[in-house]
T-cell receptor
């Protein structure tokens, strides 16, 4: 049963520190998404990649957030410096942007999330 | 933030009752998805809909893609305690920008 994995599951840090979250998409998927979930805003799309190329990161605060895909099996989301308002659950999701192949097209499969607390 | 209106925001029902929730939008979508999220976990895909008017079931769950392509409905029949969670709708048009509803929090009393 293929799943998206995320590490760490929980992170507590102090304001000003750098935070790096990692995601391993489902093997064979060619799209990766980063979301942030808070009680106030719900699920917000931060960035997404297709075939490792960033397609849209307009939802991301550029001055402190950065998202990369060093290879097809790893996506990272980095916050530097972190602020208390960044406290949230960060989800990675992967999908298949084709009408063929395994898995449902046009859908996204979510990881378990990283719960970030910035003090 | 969300661009889909999902209702109701929360539901408290008795085990065995049927549940209905819906999502509406001012925009049309090509794909409607329904997810369930349990505490401490990511959303899990329940049902995917690809055509206007499509009706799809997954066990006790049934979802429909509205004819206008601006809405979708999810029904759960004969609810059980493990149905507890937050149900999200999501709509997608022509790119990978998925829009999510705010969620319907379902509580089932045994």
């Amino acid at each position: 049963d293929a799943r998206v994995t995320q590490t760490p599951r929980h992170k507590v840090t102090e304001m000003g520190q750098e935070v790096t979250m990692r995601c391993q998409p489902i093997l064979g998927h060619n799209t990766v998404f980063w979301y942030r979930q808070t009680m106030m805003q719900g699920l917000e799309l931060l960035a997404y990649f297709r075939n490792r190329a960033p397609l849209d990161d307009s939802g991301m605060p550029k001055d402190r957030f950065s998202a990369e895909m060093p290879d097809a099996t790893l996506a990272t989301l980095k916050i530097q410096p972190s602020e208390p308002r960044d406290s949230a659950v960060y989800f990675c999701a992967s999908g298949l942007d084709e009408k063929t192949g395994t898995g449902l097209p046009d859908t996204q499969y979510f990881g378990p999330g990283t719960r970030l607390t910035v003090l | 933030g969300q661009q889909l209106n999902q209702s109701p925001q929360s539901m408290f029902i008795q085990e065995g009752e049927d549940v209905s929730m819906n999502c509406t939008s001012s925009s049309i979508f090509n794909t409607w998805l329904w997810y369930k999220q349990e505490p401490g976990e990511g959303p899990v895909l329940l049902i995917a809909l690809y055509k206007a008017g499509e009706l799809t079931s997954n066990g006790r769950l049934t979802a429909q893609f509205g004819i206008t392509r601006k809405d979708s409905f999810l029904n759960i029949s004969a609810s059980i305690p493990s149905d507890v969670g937050i149900y999200f709708c999501a709509g997608r048009y022509n790119n990978n920008d998925m829009r999510f509803g705010a969620g319907t929090r379902l509580t089932v009393k045994p």
